[in-house]
Each structure stands twice: as C-alpha cells, then as structure tokens.
C-alpha cells in the first residue's frame, strides 16, 4: 500500500518539478540540500535564492520578444521592477544585472534610486516610473531627480491635480497617465480608485499637457488587482485600454508606450497551471491588432513584474516543535514560529504557498491543521491551493521534523514590518541569502539578518 509522504506528492502532482526534487528522502531546492541549510544554520528560517530572480526577469524577456517577433511588433519592451515587492539590496542589485528598469511607489523609494545611481547599479538614462498617489514629498523627491538629470524620470499622474506639484520640474519632462480601471465584480466598487477615469483623460491631455512645455505624454498606464488572467474582465479591460491608447495617440503624437502594469502569478501550489507563452503572445497579438485596426503605430511595451520578479526566489523553513491532538479529527502541529508574523498574507488575504516537507518523505502522512506560536485564534494554516486540507508525515519522538513554505519572497518583510515589533513580540527569523558562483555553480550561502533580538525590541519600545 502506497501510504508514505512521497507517495501522496508523486500521485497528487507531476514529481519532481524544476525546483523541487527529493534525494534520500530529503527536499532539494533548486539543488540546494535543505537540510544542509537548517542543520547550519537551524530554523525558524527565511532564503533567499538569487538565480531565481535573473532567471524570472529573462523569462519574461525572451517570451515577450519572441511575441513580437511572431507578429511584427515594431515597438520596444521595458521589464520594471516594483521595488515595493521587495526593498532588499541584495534583490534589486541582482535584479538590475539584467539591465532592466525601475517602479516606485513612495517618497522614500527616490532615495533608493540615488543609492543605487552612487552604487554604479543604474544610470541617468534608467526609466523610472513613478507611480502612487503623489503627496508632496514624493512630488519633490520625483522633481529633484528629474532635475538631477534622471532624463527617463516618468512621473503617472494619478489624479487631475497631481500634474501641479510638478511645476518645479526645470527641464523637459516625460509624463505618464494611469487609467482608473474598472475591478472585478467581487470589489465592493465599481471603479478604481487609483488613476484618471476614461472620460476625463482626453479633456485632462488637452487641457493641462497639450500646451504645456515642460511636459511630454510618453505613457499611458493600465493596471487591475487581479493581474493578468485568462478571463473575460482581463480581456474586456485590456481592449479598453488599447482602445484609449489608439483615441489619445491620434491627438498626442508624441506618446509612444503603453505601460500594462503587472500581474503575471507565481506557482501558489506544486498544482499551478499557467501558460506563460500563450498569454504573452495574446497579449502582444490584441496590441498589434486594435493598434492597426485604428492605423496607429504600436506601442512601446512596458510591464511592471513584482512578485514575478522575487516570490519565487524566497522559502521560509520552520520547525514541527510540538503535536496537539485536540479532537478525535483534528491534529495540530506547531511551527517555531507565527503565521501571523513571518508570512502575514496567509493570515491578511488567505494566501497559499507551496508547502512541503524537507525530510521523512518515507514516512506515513496524515492530515493535520499547522499552528503558529503567537496567542492568536487566526494563526493557522489548514489547506493548501489545491486542496483544503495539509497533509505532513506522521511524527516520531525524538526524530525532528521540519516543513518548508515556498515562493515567499514578495511583499511578507514589507507587510510584516521587518525587523519591527511583532504580534506578540514574536522575533523575525534569520534570514540567509543563497546564491552561485558563476566559475564552478557551487551554491553559497551568507547570511543577511540574524533572528531578532530582545533588546533591539526594547529599543524599539523605548525600555
């Protein structure tokens, strides 16, 4: 009778997978022994897996280009990072290896470009693309870089106001309009509250820009909260948005990109099925084909790939401390750690990771509900994406057992508060960094942050 861990992962899914594979009954990832990495370094623990990054940029790269090339597409591509996904140095100098632009969000985020400008890691001519609702610090960070020389600076005006904070601009300036989208039907609005609505955007050009010397419309920008997905609504705004683009060209002769924001998921479950290559290639087809029906020249393509970009490349590894059995149906392991604090989407938004075991694939699994540490009713995990339910081998005294959750590395340090106060003053884990050496692909790790002190905490608090 087929009854142990690996059993289950090798009927349920297609197993082994790219970056999953088992040897002696341990996990690798990307050919990285886990245990290795607990055994030096022990758990609860958060990685870093830098390939993973360049990797996913380039992806997107070569399936975009290669779109274009099958339909002619006379335009460029641009790849941007959201820096809101992951603020680390160690994520946006891997990711700037791969000459790629950037996005920001936030007042404090230029002071992040002119660290990497002073760094040697982006030039003057790297597009900038500036979004968020622009309060006025944001504004003069944004106008002083433009006036440092920052020439590719693109400022997406969000509101009807927003383009006035930028009347300090001393030199030529590119400008980009978000549209206000419509979200999907489960929102409690009808409209988003983020950009310029449709109607309002041609009377907007030609009032405030057409005219205006120091601006220049270079981008119209679209974005929806659902990302990009193979549905009706995606489709439905997508051709919106190409349809707005074509009506604004034909009177502002000078903007050439359209900004499609971001959206392309990341593997939630060893049971993802996404088809990258055919929604890239339909993507690019509808530009090509709604920018000819209306005799305009396609666009420049820009795409805005956070979690794309670094989710992949992150894992978080916790220990099983303790086994609660609490009814007849429902056995609780505990992790060294909190759901709550150290990945907040689980609890915030419900999300779901990839979760495996990193040792005793030969054991017998069984069902059981994962509990975190804080005091907290809601710190818990019980399902998976594709299925409502976590299954983990069977637990035996004195022989550890350690679980690992995948494709962490976006927005949880940000959400969580890094190095912050957590619910319960719980500490953040350790976090290490693993990357190769590009001479001999030996994998190398160092670590990053240590686990979170007491007396950082105090500190903190005042003590």
């Not at 709550?340 to 915030?348: E, H, K, N, Q």
Request: aromatic fraction near 14%; glycine fraction near 6%; charge should be negative.
């Amino acid at each position: 009778m087929k009854n142990k861990y690996i059993d289950l992962i090798e009927q349920t899914f297609e197993f082994p997978q790219d970056e999953f594979t088992v040897e002696d009954n341990e996990l690798m990832f990307h050919d990285v022994p886990l245990m290795d990495i607990i055994k030096q370094y022990g758990t609860p623990l958060k990685i870093s897996y830098l390939p993973k990054i360049s990797y996913q940029i380039n992806k997107a790269k070569r399936m975009f280009n290669v779109a274009m090339a099958k339909v002619d597409y006379r335009g460029s591509y641009n790849y941007c990072y959201c820096t809101k996904s992951s603020h680390f140095s160690f994520v946006l100098e891997e990711a700037l290896k791969n000459d790629i632009n950037l996005e920001t969000s936030s007042a404090y985020d230029i002071q992040i470009i002119h660290a990497l400008y002073d760094g040697g890691l982006i030039n003057k001519d790297t597009f900038i693309v500036c979004n968020g609702f622009k309060r006025p610090q944001y504004a003069d960070n944004i106008v002083g870089l433009i006036n440092s020389g920052f020439t590719n600076t693109i400022p997406v005006i969000d509101n009807l106001q927003e383009l006035d904070l930028f009347d300090a601009v001393d030199r030529p300036c590119q400008i980009g309009i978000r549209i206000a989208s419509e979200e999907e039907p489960k929102f409690d609005f009808y409209t988003s509250r983020l950009g310029i609505r449709y109607n309002d955007i041609i009377p907007f050009y030609k009032e405030k820009i057409r005219n205006n010397k120091k601006f220049k419309l270079k981008m119209l920008h679209f974005f929806i909260n659902t990302g990009i997905k193979d549905t009706a609504y995606y489709w439905n705004e997508l051709h919106k948005c190409i349809q707005m683009y074509c009506e604004l060209k034909k009177i502002a002769p000078e903007l050439d990109s359209l900004n499609i924001g971001g959206g392309f998921p990341i593997k939630n479950s060893l049971a993802f099925d996404y088809d990258y290559e055919y929604m890239t290639e339909e993507i690019v087809a509808q530009l090509k084909n709604v920018c000819n029906a209306n005799n305009i020249e396609e666009p420049n393509i820009f795409t805005e790939f956070g979690s794309f970009t670094v989710g992949e490349s992150g894992a978080a590894l916790f220990s099983i401390i303790n086994q609660k059995q609490q009814n007849d149906r429902e056995c609780w392991y505990m992790i060294d750690s909190s759901f709550m604090t150290t990945l907040p989407d689980i609890w915030g938004i419900n999300q779901r990771y990839p979760l495996l075991a990193i040792n005793n694939w030969d054991r017998e699994y069984q069902r059981v509900f994962l509990g975190g540490l804080s005091c907290d009713s809601e710190d818990y995990y019980s399902g998976e994406a594709h299925s409502n339910a976590v299954f983990l081998p069977k637990l035996k005294a004195g022989e550890p057992q350690y679980i690992g959750f995948f494709h962490t590395g976006a927005y949880q340090e940000s959400l969580g508060g890094f190095g912050g106060i957590q619910h319960c003053l719980i500490p953040a884990p350790k976090h290490i960094i693993i990357d190769r050496d590009k001479t001999t692909n030996e994998y190398y790790t160092r670590l990053f942050a240590k686990e979170q002190s007491y007396r950082s905490m105090m500190r903190i608090l005042g003590y």
